[in-house]
């Protein structure tokens, strides 16, 4: 009786173990050749992402400042470009950066005697850098993201209160000094949550930059998808890095504002 | 309870009896009235718009002569390449007809129809490339070059395995983006179908490319047994009526004439039917 009991969980161990087997040999889609075209794919959507969301952030501060000037020539410029960047898609955008430069042909405008040759693109130094789509899709996510975080820096800069205006001009601190030490300080902590959301989007908005043959994690998906003809796997398993990403954002926000938003949070 | 009981029920019946109509309709007939083909364009010459919005090109002819001698209609749907088989998966076509190569890979998931058509596949680049006038390009050519590709056809496969790590691949979904890349001088060299990129690049831009290195049809692994139409692997009887429809348009020279008028520019029109 107990060796019949033995012989039967052994047995189930085995079965199990072929089972495992099987699935692992079956598996002709993750193999180190995909498992590195995701990776370069990772490496890409990583880079693209920190780089939009720094040199947006850097734009932001600035153009936030100059979208609450009282001067209408200072503030309607601003007030029209996140109007634009905001009203249209990222992909249009995007589209409008990679393809539509190369279609501006180089002309000569004659002036009397002489004439002044407007080059194309291609003729200039810029196509060092517009030629690979890196360059172009950097650009249009960073015009996307700093318009949107200009508008949020605005709405933060907005909301300061004035007593604390009041208290600061009290002390006798100009503008600028009161912009360095109590509006940008207080409206920076304030628009945190905020902002948070904004680098949770640039990442998932980050997925579109396959469609200019930029491979990134969502190019990795789409290539081994088109390859092994294999939706769920290829691209269930980018969600899942998708997935991870975005958790580590919102802990790093999360601990960001229990840190620099303690002074907020209720007594009890 | 009673009620979610009822409900339950009653989905189940409609859900069995709608099964049995569907079923019984299929064993009536084997050739679904209209057949509905997925086909990506363009692709010219083998399908393409005119500036009408009409589909047209050698195989949405030959599909509608298929469907003639079918005695069913053709209803013609559009799907990017890279999804085009995970499409007939998902039923949103009953065939695919649309420079599918013939592989084993794809014969896993897929039904093929006898091949229509065998193409071999060219390189094209800009008429002032350095690599204008090559007689091969190898590998030593082609290092640290743009190539560019269709996602996911045998010219990707075969130029990611052979050249991935030398060279870079970028691969576009519609093969208009891919004319626009070369044209703008993004994409050092294209691989594309040799009638395919004689047509769009070559005859379709007044000279500004042309084709170079010897066109390439082997080794099998990559390159196949030329076009097939492909079908879901249950539909063994469909496969078997458009395999009897190609035989009939090849002996009755409606092939010949399709092949004639759409391949007579491109030298490289070899014969196509073994």
């Not at chain 1, 600035?62 to 898609?89: C, D, E, H, N």
């Not at chain 2, 997925?38 to 718009?49: L, M, N, Q, R, T």
């Amino acid at each position: 009786m107990e060796q019949l009991n033995d012989a039967g969980s052994s047995g189930v161990i085995t079965q199990l173990g072929q089972m495992l087997e099987d699935a692992l040999s079956d598996n002709y889609i993750f193999t180190a050749t995909t498992l590195w075209h995701y990776w370069e794919g990772l490496v890409t959507t990583v880079q693209l992402v920190c780089l939009a969301l720094l040199i947006g952030l850097i734009l932001a501060v600035p153009l936030a400042i100059m979208r609450g000037s009282r001067r209408r020539w200072v503030k309607m410029p601003v007030y029209l470009y996140t109007y634009v960047f905001r009203g249209t898609p990222l992909l249009i955008q995007l589209y409008l950066i990679y393809y539509g430069v190369v279609f501006f042909d180089g002309f000569d405008i004659s002036l009397g005697v002489t004439s002044v040759h407007v080059p194309s693109i291609q003729e200039t130094w810029l196509w060092d850098y517009f030629r690979d789509p890196f360059v172009p899709a950097l650009l249009a996510f960073v015009l996307n993201t700093a318009a949107y975080t200009t508008e949020i820096f605005h709405g933060a800069i907005q909301s300061t209160p004035k007593g604390e205006m009041e208290a600061a001009r009290a002390y006798g601190m100009s503008r600028g000094k009161m912009m360095r030490r109590i509006i940008l300080p207080s409206a920076f902590r304030r628009a945190l949550p905020a902002y948070g959301n904004e680098v949770i989007f640039m990442l998932h908005a980050s997925a579109i930059c396959s469609v200019v043959t930029l491979l990134d994690l969502t190019g990795a998906a789409r290539d081994i998808y088109a390859r092994f003809y294999a939706p769920f796997e290829a691209f269930l398993f980018v969600a899942a890095i998708y997935l991870c990403l975005t958790f580590t954002i919102i802990a790093i926000f999360r601990q960001l504002e229990k840190r620099l938003l303690a002074h907020l949070k209720p007594l009890s | 309870m009673k009620q979610f009981a009822t409900r339950a029920l009653l989905g189940l019946t409609l859900g069995l009896s709608t099964f049995a109509i569907t079923t019984s309709a299929a064993q009536a007939a084997d050739v679904p009235d209209p057949l509905r083909l997925g086909i990506d364009v363009p692709y010219a010459p083998f399908g393409y718009k005119l500036p009408s919005g009409e589909l047209t090109g050698f195989e949405i002819e030959l599909g509608n002569a298929i469907c003639a001698q079918l005695a069913t209609h053709c209803e013609w749907t559009e799907q990017d390449f890279d999804g085009i088989i995970p499409g007939l998966m998902a039923r949103k076509y009953d065939v695919i007809m649309s420079a599918l190569t013939i592989n084993p890979e794809r014969e896993r998931q897929v039904l093929f129809s006898e091949p229509y058509f065998t193409p071999p596949s060219g390189w094209f680049v800009k008429a002032d490339s350095p690599l204008a006038g090559a007689d091969t390009l190898d590998a030593e050519a082609l290092a640290g070059k743009v190539i560019g590709v269709q996602r996911g056809n045998l010219q990707d496969h075969y130029v990611t395995d052979l050249y991935g790590r030398t060279a870079e691949v970028r691969r576009y979904t519609k093969l208009d983006d891919l004319v626009l890349d070369m044209d703008s001088g993004r994409v050092d060299v294209a691989f594309l179908d040799l009638p395919v990129g004689q047509d769009t690049l070559v005859n379709a831009n007044d000279g500004n490319f042309v084709n170079t290195g010897s066109a390439i049809s082997e080794p099998k692994k990559y390159f196949g047994d030329g076009f097939g139409i492909a079908m879901k692997k249950r539909d063994r009887d469909l496969k078997k009526a458009i395999d009897g429809a190609l035989e009939a348009l090849k002996a009755d020279g409606t092939l010949k004439r399709l092949n004639d008028k759409y391949f007579a520019s491109a030298a490289t029109a070899s014969d196509n039917h073994q």
